[in-house]
C-alpha cells in the first residue's frame, strides 16, 4: 500500500515542483496547498539543512546553491573548516573560503555553524608534533580564539569537540588527550565561550545511539557540566544504514541527552542503502574489493523497492524527531544530493550510494517526500 502511496507520489512530485506557476494560475492546492520547501514545512519545529561543499557557496554549482537556497535554513561546511584546511600551519589560517561560506549563509539569512574546532581527524600534521600540555594549550587558544572571533556575531553554532569518545565510551586516545590529559575537552569549551559568549556550543560524535557510546558521552557531558564547561548540544551525527540504529535507540539518545539540559541535532545524517564491510560475514577479499558488485549493487540505478524502504526509514526518524520537537533543534543532512555524499567514497571508495533525499539531479527523491508528507498529513 505504501509502496504504491510512494510511487504515485513520486511520480506526481516533478509536477509539484514544477507548480508554482500553475498555483499562480489558481489551478492546484485551492485545499491542502503544501509547504513548497523543506525548510518551510518545518520552520515551526527545527531547522533543516545540509552540509555544503565548496561549489555550493563559491558559485561553481549555481544549481546545486539554488536548491540550498530554497530547501534548507542552515548550512555547516563539510571540510573546509576542519583543522588541516583552515590552520594548516602554526602561523597561518586560511579563511578566504570560510569567509566565502559564511557570507552565503548570511546573503540567505540563514543558521550558520561551524565544524569543527578539536577533532584528531583532518587534522594539520603539525599539530601532532606538539608534545606539551602548556604547548597544546597554547596551540588551541590561537586556534580556537582566531577562529571563533573572526566569525563573533556570524556563526550561531560551532562544533567544538567533535569524536572524542570510542565505541565504547571510554575518551580517544588523540593528540589532545595524550598531551593535556581530559581537561583539553573543558579548555576548548572555555575558550570557545570566550571567543563568542552568544555562539552555541557543540559536542559532536558518531554512534551516539549505541547504548556503551551514548553512556560514556553522558558521563563525559556530566563532567564538563560539573566542572563549569558552557556546553549548549550534542550532535548525534546520525550517518545511518537501512537497519541501524534502531528507533527505539535514537529515541534514548534524545531523551537521555535532553535530559541533560542541552539541544539536541541531528549533525550529519544521512541513511547508506549498501552493504558495509564489517556486515559481511567470512573474509572474501573480493566483496570488499572497490567496484565488487557484491559490494556496489546500484550501480546502474537505486531500484525501486530500496527507495521505498529508504523513504520509510527516513519517514519514521522524521516522526520520531516531531515527537521530540520540544528538544529536537536541528537536522543537517551531510551533503547536498546523493552524488555529493561522502559515502560513495567511505568506507569503499568509488561506489554509488543513495544516501540522502536529493537524487543526482538534485529532483527530491521519495524519501523527500516521505518527510514533507509527514508535514502535510500532521501539520
Ligand atoms: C567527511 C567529509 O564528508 C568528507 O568529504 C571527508 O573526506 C572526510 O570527512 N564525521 C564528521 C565529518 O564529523 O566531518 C566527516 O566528513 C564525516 C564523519
Not at 559564511?102 to 608534545?131: I, K
Amino acid at each position: 500500500m505504501k509502496t504504491i502511496q510512494y510511487l504515485l507520489i513520486a511520480a506526481m512530485l516533478p509536477l509539484a515542483f514544477g507548480c508554482q506557476q500553475e498555483q499562480a494560475d489558481g489551478e492546484a492546492g485551492a485545499t491542502d496547498t503544501p509547504a513548497a520547501t523543506l525548510a518551510d514545512a518545518y520552520a515551526d519545529h527545527f531547522y533543516v539543512g545540509a552540509a555544503l561543499a565548496v561549489e555550493h557557496f563559491t558559485g561553481e554549482n549555481e544549481r546545486g546553491a539554488a536548491l540550498v537556497r530554497e530547501q534548507f535554513n542552515t548550512i555547516t561546511p563539510e571540510n573546509i573548516m576542519k583543522w588541516m584546511h583552515i590552520h594548516p600551519a602554526a602561523d597561518s589560517f586560511a579563511f578566504e573560503l570560510p569567509d566565502q561560506f559564511v557570507a552565503f549563509g548570511e546573503a540567505n539569512d540563514m543558521h550558520l555553524v561551524g565544524h569543527t574546532l578539536v577533532w584528531h581527524s583532518q587534522l594539520a600534521p603539525w599539530v601532532q608534533e606538539v608534545t606539551d600540555s602548556a604547548g597544546m594549550d597554547a596551540v588551541l587558544q590561537d586556534h580556537i580564539g582566531t577562529i571563533v572571533g573572526r566569525y563573533r556575531g556570524r556563526i550561531n553554532g560551532w562544533d567544538v569537540v567533535n569524536e572524542a569518545l570510542n565505541e565504547d565510551g571510554s575518551l580517544r586516545e588523540t593528540i589532545f588527550l595524550n598531551t593535556m590529559g581530559e581537561g583539553y575537552l573543558k579548555r576548548a569549551f572555555d575558550l570557545a565561550a570566550a571567543a563568542d559568549p552568544e555562539a552555541e556550543l557543540y559536542y559532536n560524535d558518531y554512534n551516539l545511539c549505541q547504548p556503551a557510546k551514548r553512556a560514556g558521552c553522558i558521563e563525559m557531558i556530566k563532567r564538563l557540566q560539573a566542572a563549569g564547561a558552557k556546553i549548549d548540544g550534542v550532535g548525534i551525527q546520525a550517518h545511518f544504514s537501512m537497519n541501524g540504529p534502531s528507533l527505539e535507540e535514537v529515541e534514548k539518545s534524545i531523551t537521555e541527552f535532553a535530559a541533560l539540559g542541552l539541544k539536541v541535532m541531528l549533525t550529519e545524517l544521512d541513511i547508506t542503502v549498501l552493504p558495509a564491510p564489517w556486515d559481511v560475514q567470512g573474509a572474501d577479499v573480493n566483496r570488499t574489493a572497490e567496484g565488487s558488485d557484491f559490494m556496489n549493487p546500484y550501480a546502474a540505478g537505486l531500484p525501486d523497492s530500496v527507495a521505498v524502504a529508504q523513504a520509510e526509514r527516513y519517514e519514521g526518524l522524521f516522526r520520531l524527531l516531531l515527537d521530540h520537537e520540544d528538544v529536537i533543534s536541528r537536522v543537517t543532512f551531510w551533503g547536498v544530493d546523493d552524488g555529493h555524499s561522502w559515502k560513495n567514497n567511505w568506507p569503499i571508495p568509488g561506489r554509488t550510494d543513495y544516501t540522502l533525499i536529493f537524487d543526482r539531479n538534485q529532483a527530491p527523491k521519495m524519501a523527500y517526500d516521505s518527510i514533507m508528507m509527514l508535514k502535510r498529513v500532521d501539520p
